[in-house]
């Protein structure tokens, strides 16, 4: 079973777009059920002062109440760090109306994910529903440490779907003044934490996760970004105004030649089951090729 990892290939597809929403705010949680999301972030975490962080759990819950049944889009929240001193009353506030997930920020390691795990079981078993039914995202690169133990998410929690990373965090972190130079590109800092989250994401087998794009009046700026994370192994992006979320789900789709291709390369496949590798249409394919096609079929299945 472990051969093929198509378990983790099914859950870690029903993703595209990742709308954050600030928990205070019933208004903009309204909208984003209709933004098109395939997930609302319901934020405790940045986008709430410090002063709104009650108002904002209670908010959150009765939102979390009112449409948990929904199918689309999913509703997590982003609880604060593990370091906060927040985390466990935000836990507390959010988890007796059973959001689909949790996204951990700051996450310093595989560590963090397991300790939150922990606690999930707990409120689990306090609402009587199933243990392990609450899903983990987790922003991976907002301090050094834990961009540095990119690696260590393996076996941290079968909770575990996803990973993304983040810029401003770190870039305060890092004492770096911007992460962009000015011809607009990452720098290297940064550059090297979106890669190991790629990295991190594919070794934990779980879903590689875009950071946003702040200009959220850019369509065609996103529209690129978008196609750069998409042709590089991310699966999903970040975003935080709705607008984005449409250019988010058309790049993030694969489309009909996409999919048309990758079906040709698991039937040649198929043909030859004993095959090292194939070649189709000209070009050659070997077996993580034939990985890859899937991966990319289970994708446009999850969204069809
Ligand atoms: N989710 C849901 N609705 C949102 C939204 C979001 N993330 N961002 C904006 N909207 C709504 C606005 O409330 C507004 O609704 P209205 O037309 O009914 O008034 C509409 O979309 C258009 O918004 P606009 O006027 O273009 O932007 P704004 O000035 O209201 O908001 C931001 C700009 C950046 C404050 C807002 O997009 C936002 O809060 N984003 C999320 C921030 C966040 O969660 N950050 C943490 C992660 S980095
Ligand atoms: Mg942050």
Known sequence: MHATGHDEIEECSLMRSLLFVPG???????????????????????SVSADRKEAARKIAADFLLAHRDHASPRLFVRINDLASGLADADLAAVMPALPEGILLPKSNSGKD??????????????????????QILALITETAVGTLSAASYPDASKRLIGLSWGAEDLSAAIGASTARDENGRYTDVFRLARALTILGASAAEVAAIDTVYINYRDDAGLAQECRQAERDGFAAKLAIHPAQIPIINEVFTPSVEAVRHAQAIVDAFAADPTAGVIGVEGQMFDRPHLRRAER???RAASIA
């Open 24 to 46: 205070d705010s019933a208004k903009k949680l309204e909208k984003g059920l209709a933004s098109g999301a395939d997930i609302l972030l319901i934020d405790l975490e940045d």
């Open 113 to 134: 994910v397991t300790r939150l795990s922990v606690k999930l079981s707990v409120h689990e078993a306090r609402a009587g529903v199933t243990e392990g039914q609450t």
């Open 296 to 298: 990319l079929i289970a």
